[in-house]
């Protein structure tokens, strides 16, 4: 049985803003502030139909274990279970339409069909279309796809404007269902989420878990304060992120990061002491350290702004990264690593934290796993984590960094277990110099210890991410019990790690056992330095 919705906002109007969200009572840092099980639409994207339920939105590791609808052949499903319940909800009356129609069509369409069939208009006059500010050929596609949706779900000619204006109201305020990694797999459309405005430095966080999507607080919200989400990804520059939301949205951002022009260290430094105490997370980023990292890197950077033409040059690395990742997706791994290597030596390489450095870092980590290339691809999220992280996401239960945490320790565990011949290819991509200089911080890296301070601080922190109940936190606790089984990771080929570790994953307060985890934190620190080497770029 699914746990009831909570709402803990309240509908807001200003003539700036239009309609918006606010906290309907004092909101503690990670509670939830809305939680919906079941929008008014969410569906799989086209792409996804053939690899995940369509119901429940799990990926099986293996495709071929879903059961596809018997007569439209169309969506799938892990379990009876699951197919039952979307025939009940939707699927009924959906199936077919899909088999009658001579192909799968795009995801919004689709999903105006079930809001069609489904006597659900959709259509709320508190949300914004914006049809006169969309280019005629994109209003003439979107009007396309209402007739299609009307002539499948049987409407009559009457009902096209209605269906259009959903359209134009899913373009803008529709959701990306996405998994915990942050990879889009369905779209979400829900009148009361939609309400909620954008800030580049939001106070809350959009979470789904399966079909169930959440807004969870960042830091703690006062009764009456407006909540705020991101509609895009912060770590762009500030010509990037308004550029994105002027196209896509239709608005120039005027929050305090745009309008005073911050980069990550400068809205950190702001904003630091609103969030809440890291607990274990101060042992791998301790706050009074990252104040100081924040300052340095600030002076460092205001040295290299003075530069004539140095603030227009970090503006075009950020379009030639967004070019190559728009172009170079059919490429071999290799092709694209040349570029991202030579775009590490632009403007603001090595101040870690300002754009578009971290999205460049991030490009070459997929790259490296993409090469099967561990261990460079383990600095380079170590990097990113201790160095970038922090201070784009200053709050310590960001589901970001909770899971590249999580994924550093999942990391940890497969190096730890190649042979020799593989651990070779695992440093695919590094120069024989490259190679040899991250030689003694890898090999004196205490595998065990570190897997179990990360899954220490990520067990930690995952219920504020994402819930003590999601599958995230399943999958996590399972983690932590094995972590705690040194036979098991022995079998792992993790090693030992000294007892007191054990103690502190138990209690964060026990002394000897937080000594033992900050010698852990250091040699990882070790490791992520070796970033140089990896991009062959003095840092």
């Not at 919906?36 to 639409?41: A, F, K, Q, T, W």
């Not at 069609?116 to 796809?145: A, F, I, M, W, Y």
């Not at 383990?378 to 201790?386: G, P």
């Amino acid at each position: 049985m699914s746990e009831p919705d909570i709402n803990n906002t309240i509908k807001i109007h200003s003539t700036s803003a239009g309609y918006g969200l606010a906290a309907a009572t004092l909101i503690p840092s990670g509670a939830v502030i809305l939680k919906i099980s079941n929008p008014l639409l969410i569906l799989l994207e086209k792409a996804h139909l053939a690899s995940t339920c369509s119901w429940c939105f799990i990926k099986p590791e293996q495709p071929a274990t879903l059961k596809s609808c018997a007569r439209c052949k169309v969506v799938g499903y892990c379990s009876t279970d699951c197919q039952t319940d979307d025939w009940l909800a939707v699927h009924s009356k959906e199936c077919k339409v899909l088999k009658a129609m001579p192909a799968i069509p795009p995801t919004a369409t689709r999903g105006l069909i079930q809001l069609s069939l489904r006597n659900r208009s959709g259509d709320s006059q508190e949300l914004v279309t914006h049809g006169k500010s969309l280019s005629p050929s994109r209003l003439e596609d979107l009007s396309l796809q209402a007739v299609v949706a009307a002539k499948y779900s049987r409407r009559r000619k009457e009902w096209l404007p209605t269906g259009l204006r959903v359209l134009c109201q899913m373009e803008t305020n529709a959701f990306r269902v996405t998994l915990p990694d942050d990879a889009p797999i369905g779209l979400c459309f829900d009148p009361i989420m939609a309400l909620a405005n954008h800030s580049c430095s939001p106070n809350a966080v959009v979470v789904f878990d399966g079909r169930t999507a959440s807004f969870r607080a960042l830091r703690e919200l006062k009764e009456g304060e407006e909540i705020f989400i991101s509609y895009i990804d912060p770590i762009s520059t500030r010509d990037k992120r308004r550029q994105e939301l002027q196209q896509r949205y239709f608005f120039e951002c005027k929050c305090e990061k745009c309008t005073k022009d911050e980069n990550a260290y400068e809205t950190y430094l702001r904003a630091r002491e609103e969030y809440s105490a890291p607990r274990r997370m101060a042992v791998l980023c301790d706050p009074l350290a990252n104040k100081t990292t924040a300052e340095i890197c600030l002076h460092r950077y205001a040295q290299e702004t003075r530069i004539p033409n140095m603030l227009q040059c970090i503006n075009d690395a950020q379009g030639y990264l967004d070019q190559h990742l728009e172009t170079t997706n059919d490429l071999p791994p290799s092709a694209r690593l040349d570029f991202l290597m030579n775009l590490c030596s632009g403007p603001s390489s090595g101040i870690n934290a300002i754009s578009p450095y971290p999205a460049v870092l991030h490009s070459l980590y997929l790259t490296f796993i993409d090469m099967e290339s561990w261990i460079p691809a383990l600095i380079c999220l170590l990097s990113i984590a201790l160095d970038s992280d922090p201070f784009t996401y200053p709050s310590p239960h960001h589901p970001v960094r909770i899971v590249r945490l999580f994924t550093l320790a999942k990391l940890i565990t497969q190096i730890a277990g190649l042979t020799s011949n593989q651990f070779t290819l695992a440093l695919t991509g590094l120069s024989r110099e490259a190679a040899g200089a991250i030689e003694d911080p890898l090999c004196e890296l205490q595998y065990f210890g570190s897997f179990q301070v990360l899954i220490g601080i990520v067990a930690e922190e995952m219920g504020q991410a994402f819930g003590e109940g999601s599958r995230f936190a399943k999958e996590v606790v399972k983690e932590f019990a094995l972590a705690k089984n040194s036979e098991e990771m022995k079998q792992r080929k993790l090693g030992d790690a000294p007892v007191q570790l054990g103690r502190w994953m138990m209690d964060r307060e026990d002394e000897e056992g937080r000594k033992e985890a900050e010698k852990m934190v250091r040699g990882l620190r070790r490791l992520a330095d070796c970033v140089e080497h990896v991009v062959g770029v003095p840092l």
